[in-house]
């Protein structure tokens, strides 16, 4: 008897135990919340920290971290302490996958960061790597949230950075200027073209429809509709389909600012009707 009393004593100051740990990682958790809206990213990581110390299971300080980890890191700088912030980041965004793989902040994060350093990459094919690597992100982050439109919207965009490089290097190479009115001259190179990068162009299309199918306002979208077709209109086999493409890329050009200030004029209404 007396061995059973002090097992379940046992468990009770572990079950207390726990719970104290518990509260203590809340209260962490409030205290690093507090720090991070008052842009002290630092103290909020390493109250973050405690507050996972605390609560190993307590996903939501790990995604506070990260992100707190990923306010600091600064897209372009090779310095060491930046470079650690972005591993640091990505670390505890993984961490929470591990649990939970289908955790879409986590997702949408790993993918941004990912985007974000790739803008600070020199080297090309350093740079499409990092690209690639954030379209997989994106995938994954559709896969979890099939509606989610910035998703969409990032695998255009991602396409676009990939293909408009090398039309701008084909053009110099021919000696066209950006704003020469095409197709492209050399139909060697624009066979070329067109066959490594019509799929790529299309399926950036594709995307920023479905993004456009789920947002039919999403400006932003339309601005790389115009941009894609724009730039596919070079690979095109006459004037005529050349002037074709640019004419439909006008108008996606107009629907964007026509949704612009649309947006713009309901802005104040609505700060008026609110009284702000």
Do not use: H
């Not at 790990?62 to 060491?80: F, H, I, R």
């Not at 997989?136 to 439109?149: R, T």
């Amino acid at each position: 008897m007396k061995k059973i009393i002090a097992v379940v004593g046992l468990a009770a100051l572990a079950l207390l135990s726990s719970s104290c740990d518990k509260l203590k990682s809340r209260d962490q958790m409030n205290k690093g919340v507090q720090a991070y809206r008052n842009a002290r990213y630092a103290d909020a990581v390493e109250c973050f920290k405690k507050a996972v110390q605390l609560d190993p299971k307590n996903s939501m300080g790990k995604l506070y971290l990260a992100t707190a980890y990923m306010t600091q890191y600064v897209p372009g700088s090779d310095e060491p302490k930046n470079v650690e912030f972005a591993n640091a980041a990505r670390s505890e965004f993984e961490s929470v996958l591990k649990e939970k793989p289908n955790d879409t902040t986590a997702l949408a994060s790993l993918a941004s960061l990912s985007y974000q350093e790739a803008q600070g990459i020199p080297k090309a094919e350093d740079k499409i790597k990092k690209l690639d690597e954030s379209k997989d992100w994106y995938v994954k982050l559709i896969q979890a949230d099939p509606k989610n439109k910035e998703a969409y919207y990032s695998l255009g965009v991602i396409d676009w950075l990939k293909w408009y490089p090398k039309l701008m290097s084909a053009r110099a190479e021919m000696g066209m200027k950006p704003e020469d009115p095409g197709p492209l001259k050399d139909k060697k190179i624009k066979a070329d073209l067109k066959a490594q990068y019509s799929p790529m162009i299309e399926d950036g299309l594709d995307n920023l429809k479905k993004a456009l199918s789920i947002d039919p306002n999403y400006d932003d979208a339309m601005a790389y509709m115009n941009l894609l077709i724009r730039e596919r209109a070079d690979l095109a086999d006459t004037p005529e389909e050349y002037k074709a493409q640019v004419a439909e890329a006008d108008t996606w050009v107009q629907k964007a600012l026509e949704t612009k200030k649309e947006k713009a004029l309901k802005t104040p209404a609505a700060g008026a009707a609110t009284g702000k």
